[in-house]
């Protein structure tokens, strides 16, 4: 049985042997590809001794079961109530600006959003922030310096990023759940906005809601339509 790969802290223990009072932050988003619905971005922190703390089946989001991500979550929530332990934020953007900016420019919006939250970094001098991906977005913080970097499947090796995913993905959801109570026929509380069959039988069957991307190719197509019928 192959095992499930597991975050670790190293990369925040590397930073923190050049930076001793950085804060090192991971951050992660959920909701780059669905045809509706905002992109969320998360940002955690984790101080050193909090640590042992965490759940110890923490691990990137995308291989947790549902039920062991709402766990997971609250978890965290609840030691974040020490925010000397643990600092947890997200910050969305809209389908409707998603529309307007992109969806690059958004995600990385979002995620500046969610560091600007973390307010322990304006009594620091470095601050780092870890970025899962390939493309290392212009961010800042206020910390007196700011250094991003990086890391390809970062939610998988690295501890905070995972944090971070965790809490990007369990408030989409729940963004998403709400959306379904409003547009029931587009099947929102099982595909979470991702272009999933029935999502498209419903939008072929019921057209745009003012949370599509209308951005994003199937649903410009369907609103194609919509002008030629």
């Not at 690295?158 to 971070?164: D, E, F, G, P, Y």
């Not at 979470?192 to 069957?205: F, N, R």
Request: charged fraction near 25%; proline fraction near 5%.
């Amino acid at each position: 049985m192959k095992l499930k790969p597991k975050p670790n802290f190293k990369h925040e223990e590397r930073w923190l042997a050049a930076y001793p009072d950085a804060m090192v932050i991971g951050l992660d988003e959920a909701g780059r590809g669905p045809w509706a619905g905002p992109v969320v971005a998360g940002a955690a922190w984790i101080a050193p001794d909090a640590v042992n703390a965490l759940p110890s089946d923490l691990a990137d989001s995308k291989i947790l079961s549902e039920a062991s991500r709402q766990r997971i979550y609250h978890q965290l929530k609840a030691l974040a109530e020490d925010p000397t332990r643990l600092q947890l934020a997200t910050a969305s953007v809209s389908a409707a600006d998603i529309d307007q900016i992109g969806i690059l420019t958004a995600t990385f919006q979002a995620m500046q959003m969610a560091v600007d939250q973390l307010t322990d970094s304006k009594h620091r001098d470095q601050a780092v922030l870890l970025v899962d991906g390939s493309l290392t977005p212009e961010l800042s913080s206020s910390a007196k310096h700011t250094h991003v970097e990086a890391i390809i499947k970062g939610d998988r090796q690295v501890l905070s990023i995972a944090a971070a995913a965790i809490m990007a993905k369990y408030d989409r959801d729940q963004d998403m759940l709400t959306l379904a109570q409003e547009y029931p026929d587009y099947q929102w509380h099982k595909n979470k906005g991702y272009g999933t069959a029935d999502h498209q039988s419903a939008l072929d069957a019921y057209g745009v809601t003012p949370y599509h991307r209308t951005s994003f190719r199937p649903v410009a197509r369907r609103m194609t339509k919509e002008k030629m019928s």
